[in-house]
Nanobody
């Protein structure tokens, strides 16, 4: 049974930082791509960042480049999203997702339909 459990969300002031964690079980972790998506009220879900576990290759949406960093700990089967210089526009429910598609060459999967398993989400609110 696949389980993705997110943690680390919360309320933070603009300019602040948060680190999200995703614990994965029930999948061959090293052979997967894991990603972070977010969905704000009234908006479509968007891919924020993803990482091919074995290679460490990453993808970042333009809106978070230079502010967010994705990483993984293979031994712990964990994926992290370090979020710095947060702004109110980053407010959303953040979801961890896992997919068996690995991509090829320089392409790292980052579209919703490329991921098969989803966590329950964690709320991130950026507000003063």
């Amino acid at each position: 049974q696949v389980q993705l459990v997110e943690s680390g969300g919360g309320l933070v002031q603009p300019g602040g930082s948060l680190r999200l964690s995703c614990a994965a079980s029930g999948i061959p972790f090293e052979y997967y791509t894991l990603g972070w998506f977010r969905q704000a009220p009234g908006k479509e879900r968007e891919g924020v960042s993803s990482i091919r576990i074995a290679s460490g290759d990453t993808y970042y949406a333009d809106s978070v480049k230079g502010r967010f960093t994705i990483s993984r700990d293979i031994a712990k089967r964990m994926v992290y999203l370090q979020m710095n210089r947060l702004s109110p526009e980053d407010t959303a429910v953040y979801y961890c997702a896992a997919g068996a598609r690995y991509g090829s060459g320089g392409y790292v999967p980052h579209e919703s339909d490329e991921f098969d398993n989803w966590g329950q989400g964690t709320q991130v609110t950026v507000s003063s």
